[in-house]
C-alpha cells in the first residue's frame, strides 16, 4: 500500500500536470553536474516512496562521467546501488522538453535513512549545521554568469558567440549591462524567465555581462543555504534547456574565450541570530563606512584563511584557472573591500539588514554545494577563532602580507590536501575522496596531448 503522506506532493504535482509521463530524477554529482535516470509513470509512486535506487557512484564521477580507478568506491566496491530520496519542494515541469515531463532533484542514502557522506548535498547541511550549533542561520544568494554560443563551433573548430536571430548580428563589443543587447536574445530570456515562474526558481535579475555573448542571472536570497544552492543547479538547468531549444549553446565553462571575461559564481550570504538580527551588523565603522560589527570581521577573518586549500572548490578543473588573472575581475588574492568588485571578498553597499558578504572567487563551472560548504567553513572557522581580517583593499590595491592563492590545478590540489580547515567541515574520509577524484582527472587532462603541443614545440624542439 502507498504511503499518502509521502506522495502528497506528487499526486499535486499530477493534479496540476496530468500529461505527464516522465519524471526526470536529477542527482548533482562532486562536479555540481546532474546525473540521473528518466522514470514512467508506473515508477512515480516507487520514487516517492524511496523504492528506487540508484548507484552511490554517482556522486564520484569525474567530469566525462568515468569512475574514478583510485578510490574505494565504485570499481573497488562492486558499485552498489542506494536509494533515491526526491528533494522536497523540487518538482517541477521542465517546459522545454518536447513532451510533458516533470523533474526533481533528489539525494542518495543507506537503508537507515541517513544521506551518503559523499553527498554534495549533505556535506552544506553538516556546515549549516556547525552554525545552527552557535545560533546562526545563513541566508544566502547566488549569482551565475554563462556565455551564449552557437551550436556548432566555428572554422577553427572553437566556440564562437552566438548568432542572434532577433538582430542578424553576433556580439562583438563588450557592452556591459547594455540593454540593446538585451534584445539580442529576447526569446532566450524571455523563456528563462517563464521557465524559472514554472519551476519555483526565484530568478530576480538578468543582465549583460563583461563580454559579447555574456550574461549573468542572480537568483533572489533564500534563508536556506541548501534550497540557495537547490535553486542554482536548477536555474543552470534551465538556462542550458531553454537554450537548446532556441538552438543556442549555453555555456558555464570559466573561460571559454582567450581574451573576454570569464564566467563566476558569486555567492552573497549573510548570518541571522535567532531573533531574526544579521550577525554582521554593529555600530558604524567609520573606516569602511558601513555599520560593521566584529562577527564581520572575524567572517572575513576566516574566509580569508580557508581561501587557499578551498580553490580546488572554486575552481574545480583545468579551465577553471584560465579565469584566474589580474585585471580581470577574477579575483587572484583573498583580499576583501566594501563595494569593491575588485576584490575576493566584497561588502556590497546595503543597510545593516541586508549586510552581507559577496564571495566572488568561484568559478560558474564549480559545485555550488561543495562553494557554499566551503565559504561556511570560512566563515564559521572565522567565528570560532576570532580571527582578525588583513586590511581591505581600495580599488586593485591590496595590503601587503596576503595569503598567496594558488593559480593551477596542480597546486591548489596540492593545497587543498595539506589543508587545515576544511577536513573538519567536509570528513576528514570526503576530504581525503574530493582530492583523489580531482587528482586523477587533473592527472588525465595532462596525460593527453594537447593542439598547442604540436604548435609550439612539434617543429622547434
Not at 528518466?38 to 548507484?55: E, H, M, N, Q, W
Not at 557592452?175 to 519555483?200: H, I
Request: aromatic share 8%; glycine share 8%.
Amino acid at each position: 500500500m502507498l504511503d499518502d503522506t509521502k506522495t502528497a506532493e506528487l499526486d499535486a504535482f499530477l493534479a496540476a500536470n496530468p500529461d505527464v509521463d516522465l519524471i526526470e530524477l536529477l542527482i548533482p554529482d562532486m562536479c555540481g553536474m546532474l546525473r540521473g535516470k528518466r522514470l514512467t509513470r508506473d515508477s512515480f509512486a516507487k520514487l516517492f516512496c524511496g523504492d528506487v535506487r540508484a548507484p552511490g557512484s554517482v556522486y564520484l564521477l569525474d567530469a566525462t562521467g568515468q569512475s574514478v580507478p583510485t578510490i574505494p568506491y565504485g570499481i573497488a566496491d562492486g558499485d552498489p546501488d542506494y536509494f533515491c530520496h526526491p528533494v522536497p519542494g523540487t518538482l517541477a515541469p521542465v517546459p522545454w522538453a518536447e513532451r510533458p515531463i516533470g523533474q526533481v532533484l533528489a539525494g542518495l542514502a543507506g537503508d537507515d535513512g541517513e544521506p551518503l557522506f559523499y553527498n554534495p548535498r549533505a556535506i552544506l547541511s553538516n556546515v549549516v549545521a556547525k552554525l545552527a550549533d552557535l545560533g546562526l542561520s545563513p541566508t544566502v544568494a547566488i549569482e551565475l554568469e554563462f556565455y551564449l554560443l552557437d551550436q556548432d563551433p566555428g572554422p577553427d573548430g572553437h566556440p564562437r558567440i552566438a548568432y542572434s536571430r532577433e538582430s542578424g548580428y553576433r556580439q562583438n563589443a563588450t557592452q556591459v549591462l547594455g540593454m540593446e543587447e538585451m534584445y539580442d536574445f529576447e526569446l532566450f530570456l524571455n523563456e528563462v524567465d517563464e521557465a524559472c515562474k514554472a519551476q519555483g526558481i526565484p530568478a530576480e535579475a538578468a543582465s549583460k555581462e563583461n563580454a559579447p555573448g555574456q550574461y549573468e542571472i542572480n537568483l533572489h536570497y533564500v534563508a536556506d543555504a541548501l534550497t540557495a544552492c537547490d535553486h542554482s543547479v536548477l536555474l543552470k538547468r534551465a538556462i542550458k534547456g531553454v537554450a537548446r531549444r532556441n538552438g543556442l549553446l549555453a555555456s558555464f565553462l570559466a573561460k571559454p574565450f582567450q581574451e573576454p571575461a570569464g564566467s563566476g559564481t558569486h555567492l552573497h550570504v549573510s548570518l541571522y541570530d535567532k531573533d531574526g538580527r544579521n550577525a554582521f551588523a554593529g555600530p558604524m565603522d567609520e573606516a569602511l563606512g558601513i555599520p560593521a560589527g566584529p562577527a564581520l570581521r572575524h567572517a572575513i577573518g576566516g574566509l580569508v584563511a580557508a581561501m587557499p586549500e578551498s580553490m580546488a572548490i572554486f575552481a574545480p578543473n583545468a579551465n577553471s584557472y584560465r579565469r584566474l588573472r589580474p585585471g580581470a575581475y577574477a579575483p587572484v588574492t583573498p583580499s576583501w573591500g566594501v563595494n569593491n568588485r575588485s576584490a575576493g571578498l566584497r561588502i556590497p553597499p546595503s543597510d545593516e539588514a541586508a549586510l552581507r558578504i559577496e564571495h566572488r572567487n568561484a568559478g560558474a563551472d564549480a559545485n555550488p554545494y561543495l562553494v557554499a560548504a566551503a565559504v561556511l567553513a570560512g566563515i564559521h572557522h572565522g567565528l570560532t577563532n576570532k580571527i582578525d581580517p588583513p586590511p581591505h583593499s581600495i580599488g586593485e590595491q591590496d595590503p601587503d602580507g596576503l595569503p598567496e592563492l594558488p593559480l593551477n590545478w596542480w597546486s591548489s590540489l596540492n593545497r587543498f590536501r595539506d589543508g587545515k580547515i576544511l577536513p573538519a567541515y567536509l570528513g576528514e574520509e570526503y576530504h581525503g575522496l574530493y582530492e583523489a577524484c580531482r587528482r586523477f582527472e587533473c592527472d588525465e587532462y595532462h596525460a593527453r596531448i594537447q593542439p598547442l603541443d604540436f604548435d609550439w614545440y612539434l617543429r622547434t624542439v
